[in-house]
T-cell receptor
Framework: NAGVTQTPKFQVLKTGQSMTLQCAQD?????MSWYRQDPGMGLRLIHY???????DQGEVPNGYNVSRSTTEDFPLRLLSAAPSQTSVYFC???????????FGPGTRLTVL | QKEVEQDPGPLSVPEGAIVSLNCTYS??????FMWYRQYSRKGPELLMY????GNKEDGRFTAQVDKSSKYISLFIRDSQPSDSATYLC?????????????FGQGTRLTINP
């Protein structure tokens, strides 16, 4: 079991560039989510999905898009990167009715 | 007002000390209470999980929930340098059949040898 995997581990972008952060899980979890973690702000929910074809916005969705075509994958797209999106991004998964959330190792993103 | 409040620290204690980490919350609908541990440059991992008020012990760790005061604590006995990490409290409530998790800000803890 690989758990939750994320790629890339590190990324540097220029303002205005777009990119996709990849997330995959092999635990057959229905619920997947994306968080960003900034100093002094804790974990903030960006988008989440309760199953394939279903996504919804979290606390800080602006500037990000998601899609969920399969149970395993939940990519996060930055449409036009801004310096305010410099952060560490974590993908997580769990059962819909469960409380134990499994996190990926994170992607450190810097936008110049 | 945030639903979950946690002192970000940092907290620095000598090896062997008893550590107390705390969170308060405002929503009485929270049913499940968790503590996650996050080592530097890693993702958070679930450390302890409780449902009801009272204490739950796991080795050197004790999680305490006081629903009447809306206050949860994590105690670490005989603290070790390997316990140095950021500790995040989390709590969940049911919304439309799913559990909504809310995280505290995290407390950065350093255990000094």
């Amino acid at each position: 079991n690989a758990g939750v995997t994320q790629t890339p581990k590190f990324q540097v972008l220029k303002t205005g560039q777009s990119m996709t952060l990849q997330c995959a899980q092999d635990m057959n979890h229905e619920y997947m989510s994306w968080y960003r973690q900034d100093p002094g702000m804790g974990l903030r929910l960006i988008h989440y999905s309760v199953g394939a074809g279903i996504t919804d916005q979290g606390e800080v969705p602006n500037g990000y898009n998601v899609s969920r075509s399969t149970t395993e994958d939940f990519p996060l797209r930055l449409l036009s990167a801004a310096p305010s999106q410099t952060s560490v991004y974590f993908c997580a998964s769990r059962r819909v009715g469960g409380n134990e959330q499994f996190f990926g190792p994170g992607t450190r993103l810097t936008v110049l | 007002q945030k639903e979950v409040e946690q002192d970000p620290g940092p907290l620095s204690v000598p090896e062997g000390a008893i550590v107390s980490l705390n969170c308060t919350y405002s929503n009485s609908a929270f049913q499940y209470f968790m503590w996650y541990r996050q080592y530097s440059r890693k993702g958070p991992e679930l450390l302890m999980y409780t449902y009801s008020s009272g204490n739950k012990e796991d080795g050197r760790f004790t999680a305490q929930v006081d629903k009447s005061s809306k206050y949860i604590s994590l105690f670490i006995r005989d603290s070790q340098p390997s316990d140095s990490a950021t500790y995040l409290c989390a709590m969940s409530r049911a919304i439309q059949g799913a559990q909504k998790l809310v995280f505290g800000q995290g407390t950065r803890l350093t255990i000094n040898p």
